[in-house]
């Protein structure tokens, strides 16, 4: 079983629609949890970090589920530059990250 | 915010030619640096991890004598291609960490787009 897992996508909203995005991980130890976001051919930047209490940053929310070992995120009111690639990834034991596969997401207008 | 500079962007080079790039932590001191590469409409996958003055731990399937790392210094590692074949093509990425449990973030480098032809 991969320590990540994501759906691919594609997801293809259109302009102001709501979307969002699941993460599991394996290892129940995993420390920390982050979003980044990746443009084609573009390094990955994070987005945010996710927390138990949920964090949200203007139209993007993301949320922990320790119980479930479940990352999500949340893009509210969908604008064509969100467009990209959304990477899942976890901090696990070790200080090793582990990536998943990246979520497609493409704003149509 | 921690800055993470590679480069070179973009190689194209013949078959059979060795290619090296640089990563560079650029106000932290990076005890841990990472290689990935990422082929397209694919995710990153971790190649290596290097600590300061020790050797890499490559991942399984990833030959440590094809791709050189060197980590010499707390601010500088490098990847070396040897012998690049067209199917070494692809997108490398470093990113490195403080190597602090708490708070721990991963920077990342640009990325170079490598093309063997």
């Known amino acids: 079983r991969k320590e990540v897992e994501q759906d691919p996508g594609p997801f293809n909203v259109p302009e102001g629609a709501t979307v969002a995005f699941n993460c599991t991980y394996s290892?129940?130890?995993?420390?920390?949890f982050f979003w980044y976001r990746q443009d084609c051919r573009k390094e990955p930047k994070l987005l945010m970090s996710?927390?138990?209490s949920g964090n949200e940053d203007g139209r993007f929310t993301a949320q922990l589920n320790r119980a479930s070992q479940y990352i999500s995120l949340l893009i509210r009111d969908s604008k064509l530059s969100d467009s990209a690639t959304y990477l899942c990834?976890?901090?696990?034991?070790?200080?090793?990250?582990?990536f998943g596969t990246g979520t497609s997401l493409t704003v149509i207008p | 915010g921690a800055v993470v500079s590679q480069h070179p962007s973009w190689v194209i080079c013949k078959s059979g030619t060795s290619v090296k790039i640089e990563c560079r932590s650029l106000d932290f001191q990076a005890t841990t640096m990472f290689w990935y590469r990422q082929f397209p409409k694919q995710s990153l996958m971790l190649m290596a991890t290097s600590n300061e003055g020790s050797k890499a731990t490559y991942e399984q399937g990833v030959e440590k004598d094809k791709f050189l790392i060197n980590h010499a210094s707390l601010t500088l590692s490098t990847l070396t291609v040897t012998s690049a074949h067209p199917e070494d093509s692809s997108f490398y990425i470093c990113s490195a960490g403080t190597g602090k449990a708490t708070n721990e973030k991963l920077f990342f480098g640009s990325g170079t787009q490598l093309s063997v032809l």
């Open positions: 990834v976890v901090l696990g034991t070790g200080n090793q990250f582990y």
């Open positions: 996710v927390y138990s």
């Open positions: 290892n129940s130890a995993s420390q920390s």
